[in-house]
């Protein structure tokens, strides 16, 4: 059994179809973070496990539920109805039989699925990225999976919109093998709390910039 999980704000919309698809051997665990529209109770009714966190960001939730699993393999995967969780074995398969350590799904969307300055951003951190650990990714995408205890062992500290890529770029400093596998992603359902709002733009902005310096003073220190 992997656990699946699932960072929530306000999904109530996205969540039963999400927690419907999950594939034999995988269960949701959802980490609602403070939801005003009872994203809580759709997801308890829709047969997923909640656990809840009151500390606001992308990384506490993720990092709540890293906690809270059980299984030796984990994913992670947006709540939103953007990601088929049909797609999740593609991406934990490699992880489960030790052929990677974090896999990624490199979304390949559809017209419209992603806003241009998504996709722009994206692409930027891949080849930053790349410079930096070596690690060749096109996208820093939400599906991934990892063993548990492996990722509690790189003693993740962002707790917002950072989290997704000190991930990456602390498994790379590890010497973890890194892959994707591309995966499909619709036009999520309601607006997006990052790339939706100017305020969510730029804290995502603010957060990683400040873990692609942190990951660059590495880099200097390690090879001065």
Not at 12 to 31: C, F, K, N, Q, T
Not at 80 to 103: F, K, M, Q, W, Y
Request: with cysteine; hydrophobic share 40%.
């Amino acid at each position: 059994m992997i656990d699946v999980i699932l960072p929530v704000l306000d999904e109530a919309e996205a969540i039963p179809w999400v927690v419907s698809r999950m594939p034999p051997g995988y269960r949701a665990l959802v980490v609602d973070n403070g939801s005003s529209d009872g994203s809580a109770q759709v997801a308890a009714a829709a047969g997923a496990q909640v656990v809840h966190e009151s500390r606001r960001g992308f990384g506490a939730a993720c990092y709540t539920g890293l906690v809270t699993a059980s299984s030796t393999v984990v994913c992670f995967m947006d709540c939103d109805a953007s990601l088929d969780p049909r797609d999740l074995p593609s991406v934990a398969d490699p992880v489960t039989e030790g052929e990677a350590d974090l896999v990624l799904g490199a979304r390949r969307g559809e017209r419209g699925a992603l806003p241009l300055h998504a996709l722009v951003a994206n692409r930027y951190l891949a080849r930053r990225v790349a410079r930096l650990t070596g690690a060749r990714l096109s996208d820093i995408g939400p599906m991934r999976a990892a063993r548990r205890a492996d990722l509690l062992d790189l003693e993740l500290t962002d707790r917002r919109s950072g989290w997704p890529l000190e991930m990456v770029l602390r498994a790379a400093r590890a010497g973890w093998r890194i892959a994707e596998r591309p995966v499909p992603y619709y036009a999520r359902t309601g607006r997006s709390k990052v790339t939706g709002t100017v305020r969510g733009t730029a804290q995502a902005v603010f957060d990683m910039r400040r873990r692609l310096m942190e990951a660059q003073r590495s880099v200097r220190e390690e090879h001065p």
